[in-house]
């Protein structure tokens, strides 16, 4: 994922992701303290790995590991918008055409969450 902008807000980074063709973008808010221990320190047009799976991956391999509940799937004007909610923190996935990992869990389903 290539990061395409980057917030910053009362002690949160809010990252907006985008795919290569920019048809999937994820929007996460992490806090800045986390961001910091994990040495992650991203800048606009720069590559960040993320993973996204409804089972758990081996965490030693990424630089921040979460998990969250699905809560949430809608269509807005030509996109679907996936709602994750990570420790209350929100993680939104926007993309153009239904993405299948979450077409096929279950609201409330668990994901796991990596980035480096």
């Known amino acids: 994922m290539i990061v395409d902008d980057i917030e910053s807000r009362e002690g949160l980074t809010i990252l907006t992701l985008a795919s290569k063709n920019k048809d999937i973008k994820i929007i996460f808010e992490l806090p800045d303290q986390i961001l910091r221990e994990a040495n992650i320190s991203p800048e606009k047009?720069?590559?960040?790995?993320?993973?996204?799976?409804?089972?758990?991956f081996e965490e030693n391999e990424w630089k921040v590991y979460a998990e969250g509940i699905y809560y949430?799937?809608?269509?807005?004007?030509?996109n679907t918008?996936?709602?994750?909610?990570?420790?209350?923190?929100?993680?939104k996935v926007i993309s153009k055409n239904p993405i299948n990992l979450l077409e096929n869990n279950k609201i409330l389903s668990k994901f796991y969450i990596g980035l480096k």
Do not use: A, T
């Open 81 to 91: 918008l996936y709602y994750i909610s990570v420790g209350g923190l929100q993680l």
């Open 45 to 56: 047009d720069s590559k960040i790995f993320f993973k996204m799976l409804p089972e758990e």
């Open 72 to 78: 949430l799937r809608k269509k807005e004007n030509e």
